[in-house]
C-alpha cells in the first residue's frame, strides 16, 4: 500500500529510473551499489542521539559503492512503516537501520515478514533467536559505562558531593546510566549522592531547563543526563556554573569550560562491520553489542577542569574496561529504598543480559521511578 | 533551606522564568479576539518567531534586532490569517490550524543550519544582587523581555478602556452590526488587531530561543503557544488578568522538578500535570451553566 507522500518521491525515483533505459526498480539500475536506508525519530543534529547516528551515516557515504537514504523526524507509529516501505520500494534499499527504540516491536518485525529478501538491523531492541525473523537483528553499546566514567570525572570535580542526572524516562537502559554515574562517583568519594529529575519525555526543552535549575537550586554542582538533545540541559548548566557530563555526542563546544567529559556512540564501527558483511556477501549478524574495547563507544577529550590527579584514576579504570569482564554492577548492592537487589558474589559485567531489564536505582540515587 | 522555601523560590523563579512566552502569546491572542476572531496559528507563530529570532540574532549578533525580526515575522503571519479570514466563508479556527502548521513548517525547514549554533542571548536583569543565597539571586535574574510584557498588558488595558482606537476593536468584537452602522471596516480593524496580536506572540516566541530555555530547536515550544490561547478565555479577554494566567502557569509548571528535588519524588507525572488541573479547576469553578462568558466578545464564535 502506497501513500501520497511515498508517491511523490515515487515520480522522482520513476524519473530516474526511465532515464536509465526504463528499468522499473533503481535497485536495478547499477549493479554493485549497496542502498542503505538510516531513520531518525528526531532532527539529525540535535547535538544528541540522533546526531551520533548520522554522523557515522556520513562518514559511510565516503565507502565506495554506498548509497544512503535518510528519514529524520519520523514518529514511532505506522509513519515509520511507511517509510521503511517506500526506502525498499522506490529506493531499492535493501538494508535498513530504524534507529529508535520504539520503532523495533511491532512496526520493524511486521515490515521485516513483508519482505524477507531485505535486512533490518535496529538499534536498542532485545532481538531473540526464537521469537523475531532472522532478516531482522539488532545492536546496541554498552554506554553505562561510559556514564560510570563521567561519574568519576564529576566525582572529582564536585565540591557539594551533591550531582544531577536529568532523565527522560524510566527505562531500563536510562536507570543503567543513572546508577552507572552514581556508582562511578562513589567509587571517588562514597558520600556522594546523586539527584535524578525525570521530564517525563525524549524531547521538552522547557522542562531540561527548570529541572537543570532546579537541581542548581539545591545546590547540585556537576550534571549530566539522558535525553535525545542535551544541548539545553548543557547550556543552562554552564549559565549556573555547574560542571557537565555528555551524553550521546561530544557537546564540549557549548561549555568549554565546564564541560569534564562525555559518554559518546561511535556507530560508525558497527555500520561498517555490517555494511562490509553485506558486500562480502556473508550473513549479517544478528545480535551485536559492544563497549569502550569494541568502539561502540568513545569518551570525549577531558575538559580543563579535569584534575591530573582525576584522568590519571579515570585512565586506569577506562584502560580495566578495555581488557573485558569489568562489572560497575555487582554484589552487595543495595537499591535506594534499602532492598538487595544485587547478592554478594554476583557480579554482571556489561555483557549481562540482565542489566537490559533493570528496574531500580542504586543506592545514593535520590529519586523514585514511578 | 527548608524544603518548603525551596519549593517557594523554585516557584517564584518558574513564573518569572516561564510565564513570559504565555503572557506575550495570550496578551496577543487577547487583543485579536477582542476584535471578533480567534487566531489558533499563535502556535505556529511562537514557534516561527523563536526561528526567526534566534537566526536574527547568529547572524547580526545584536539578540534585540531578533525580538525585532520575530515580532516582523509574526506580523507577517498573522496577516496572512487575517487576510484570508477576511474572505468569504472561511473558517478562522480550520484557517488557525493551517496557519499554525504553516509557521512550524516554516521554521523547521528555515530553521534547520540554526539548530547547532550558539546565538548571542538576551541580557538579564539581576534584581536578586542583595540577596545571599545564589537560589534567589538567580531566581530573580529576570528578562527585561518580561516587564515588556508586563507593560505591554498595562498598555493594551488602557487603550481598550481609553482610547478611541480601542472602543474601535471592541465594537468590531462585540457586535459586527453596530460597527457597520458606525460606518467602521470591519475587516480592516480585524486584519491590523489579528497582524498586531500575532507579533506579540512572535515576541514571545523569541523569548523562547533567545532567554529562556535559550536555544533553538524543534521541540522548542512543544504546545505552549496553544495553551497560551486557551489562557485567554481563563483570564476573560482582560489583559491584565493574563499577566496573573500566565504566572499561575508559569509556577504551576516550575513544581514537578522542584518537588522530585526536595524528595516528593513520587507521581511526578502527575505534577507535571498541575498547570492543566489548576486551568480546569478555576474555569470550573468560574463558569455558570446556560449563560455567556463574562468578557467574552458577542462575534467571537467558532462556528464562523
Given at each position: ?204 526543552p522547557v522542562k531540561?531547563a527548570e529541572?537543570?535549575n532546579s ?156 | ?6 519549593v517557594t523560590v523554585a516557584m517564584v523563579a518558574g513564573a518569572l522564568r516561564v510565564s513570559t512566552p504565555f503572557l506575550f502569546v495570550s496578551l496577543g491572542e487577547c487583543l485579536t479576539e477582542r476584535s471578533g476572531r480567534i487566531n489558533l496559528g499563535n502556535e505556529g507563530v511562537l514557534v516561527?518567531g523563536a526561528?526567526?529570532g ?9 539578540p534585540w534586532?531578533g525580538v525585532v525580526?520575530a515580532a516582523?515575522?509574526g506580523a507577517?503571519?498573522g ?43 538576551l541580557p538579564r536583569i539581576p534584581l536578586g ?7 534567589v539571586?538567580s531566581a530573580l535574574e529576570v528578562s527585561p523581555l518580561f516587564f515588556i510584557g508586563l507593560a505591554a498588558a498595562f498598555a493594551m488595558d488602557w487603550f481598550f478602556r481609553a482610547t478611541?482606537m480601542g472602543l474601535?476593536v471592541r465594537?468590531?468584537g462585540d ?17 491590523l488587531a489579528t497582524a498586531a496580536g500575532s507579533a506579540l506572540a512572535g515576541i514571545g516566541g523569541s523569548f523562547l530561543s533567545l532567554s529562556y530555555p535559550g ?5 522548542l515550544s512543544s504546545g505552549q503557544g496553544l495553551m497560551a490561547v486557551a489562557l485567554v478565555v481563563f483570564a476573560r479577554w482582560n489583559p491584565v488578568h493574563c499577566v496573573i494566567a500566565a504566572l499561575i502557569f508559569g509556577a504551576s509548571g516550575a513544581l514537578g522538578p522542584s ?12 505534577f507535571y500535570g498541575t498547570p492543566y488541573v489548576v486551568t480546569l479547576l478555576i474555569l470550573a469553578v468560574t463558569i ?5 462568558l463574562r468578557g467574552m466578545p458577542?462575534?467571537l464564535?467558532?462556528?464562523?
Amino acid at each position: 500500500m502506497l501513500n501520497r507522500r511515498s508517491l511523490l518521491q515515487g515520480a522522482t525515483a520513476g524519473g530516474a529510473a526511465l532515464a536509465l533505459g526504463g528499468a522499473l526498480r533503481p535497485r536495478a539500475a547499477r549493479a554493485g551499489t549497496l542502498t542503505i536506508g538510516f531513520i531518525y525519530v528526531g532532527p539529525k543534529d540535535d547535538y544528541g542521539y540522533n546526531q551520533a547516528h548520522a554522523e557515522a551515516a556520513a562518514k559511510l557515504k565516503t565507502m565506495p559503492g554506498i548509497k544512503i537514504v535518510e528519514e529524520e523526524k519520523v514518529p514511532e507509529t505506522d509513519d515509520v512503516e511507511k517509510t521503511m516501505q517506500s526506502m525498499i520500494e522506490l529506493d531499492g534499499a535493501t538494508l535498513l537501520f530504524p534507529t529508535s527504540f520504539g520503532y523495533f516491536d511491532p512496526y520493524m518485525l511486521r515490515v521485516a515478514k513483508k519482505y524477507p529478501k531485505i535486512q533490518f538491523r535496529h538499534c536498542g531492541g532485545l532481538w531473540q533467536k526464537d521469537k523475531h525473523p532472522l532478516n531482522t537483528g539488532s545492536y546496541f553499546g554498552y554506554i553505562g559505562m561510559g556514564q560510570y566514567l563521567n561519574g568519576m570525572a564529576a566525582g572529582y570535580a564536585s565540591k557539594s558531593k551533591k550531582l544531577g542526572f536529568v532523565a527522560a524516562k524510566p527505562i531500563p537502559q536510562v536507570l543503567l546510566n543513572i546508577n552507572s554515574f552514581t556508582l562511578g562517583a562513589r567509587a571517588v568519594d562514597p558520600s556522594i549522592t546523586t539527584q535524578v529529575i525525570f521530564t517525563g519525555d525524549w524531547s521538552m526543552p522547557v522542562k531540561e531547563a527548570e529541572a537543570t535549575n532546579s537541581l542548581a537550586d539545591q545546590g547540585v554542582d556537576c550534571v549530566t543526563m539522558h535525553v535525545d538533545g542535551p544541548k539545553v540541559v548543557v547550556q543552562t548548566a554552564a549559565g549556573r556554573s555547574m560542571y557537565v557530563c555528555g551524553y550521546h555526542a561530544d557537546q564540549s563546544r557549548l561549555a568549554p569550560q565546564k564541560y569534564l567529559t562525555g559518554a559518546e556512540w561511535d556507530w560508525i564501527t558497527v555500520y561498517r562491520m555490517f555494511v562490509t558483511d553485506m558486500q562480502g556477501g556473508s550473513p549479517l549478524p544478528n545480535f551485536v553489542r559492544g563497549g569502550l574495547a569494541e568502539h561502540f563507544v568513545k569518551m570525549s577529550p577531558y575538559g580543563p577542569a579535569v584534575t591530573e590527579a582525576a584522568r590519571k584514576h579515570i585512565d586506569a579504570v577506562k584502560a580495566e574496561m578495555m581488557k573485558g569482564g569489568f562489572a560497575v554492577i555487582k554484589g552487595p548492592l543495595r537499591d535506594n529504598k534499602g532492598a538487595a537487589v544485587v547478592a554478594a558474589g554476583t557480579a554482571y559485567p556489561e555483557t549481562a543480559i540482565q542489566l537490559e531489564s533493570m528496574n531500580y536505582l542504586v543506592e545514593g540515587v535520590v529519586g523514585s521511578i514511578s | 533551606m527548608a524544603p518548603a522555601e525551596t519549593v517557594t523560590v523554585a516557584m517564584v523563579a518558574g513564573a518569572l522564568r516561564v510565564s513570559t512566552p504565555f503572557l506575550f502569546v495570550s496578551l496577543g491572542e487577547c487583543l485579536t479576539e477582542r476584535s471578533g476572531r480567534i487566531n489558533l496559528g499563535n502556535e505556529g507563530v511562537l514557534v516561527l518567531g523563536a526561528m526567526v529570532g534566534y537566526a536574527t540574532s547568529y547572524q547580526t549578533g545584536n539578540p534585540w534586532l531578533g525580538v525585532v525580526s520575530a515580532a516582523l515575522a509574526g506580523a507577517l503571519l498573522g496577516a496572512a490569517h487575517g487576510g484570508i479570514c477576511s474572505l468569504a466563508r472561511v473558517n478562522d479556527v480550520a484557517m488557525g490550524i493551517a496557519i499554525m502548521l504553516a509557521g512550524t513548517g516554516i521554521a523547521f525547514f528555515f530553521g534547520k543550519p540554526y539548530v547547532q549554533p550558539s546565538a548571542p542571548q538576551l541580557p538579564r536583569i539581576p534584581l536578586g544582587f542583595w540577596a545571599i543565597e545564589s537560589q534567589v539571586r538567580s531566581a530573580l535574574e529576570v528578562s527585561p523581555l518580561f516587564f515588556i510584557g508586563l507593560a505591554a498588558a498595562f498598555a493594551m488595558d488602557w487603550f481598550f478602556r481609553a482610547t478611541r482606537m480601542g472602543l474601535r476593536v471592541r465594537i468590531v468584537g462585540d457586535s459586527a452590526d453596530a460597527a457597520r452602522a458606525l460606518g467602521l471596516s470591519i475587516h480592516r480593524v480585524r486584519l491590523l488587531a489579528t497582524a498586531a496580536g500575532s507579533a506579540l506572540a512572535g515576541i514571545g516566541g523569541s523569548f523562547l530561543s533567545l532567554s529562556y530555555p535559550g536555544s533553538w530547536n524543534e521541540g522548542l515550544s512543544s504546545g505552549q503557544g496553544l495553551m497560551a490561547v486557551a489562557l485567554v478565555v481563563f483570564a476573560r479577554w482582560n489583559p491584565v488578568h493574563c499577566v496573573i494566567a500566565a504566572l499561575i502557569f508559569g509556577a504551576s509548571g516550575a513544581l514537578g522538578p522542584s518537588l522530585q528535588t526536595i524528595g516528593i519524588t513520587k507521581g511526578y507525572y502527575l505534577f507535571y500535570g498541575t498547570p492543566y488541573v489548576v486551568t480546569l479547576l478555576i474555569l470550573a469553578v468560574t463558569i455558570r451553566p446556560g449563560k455567556a462568558l463574562r468578557g467574552m466578545p458577542g462575534e467571537l464564535s467558532i462556528g464562523r
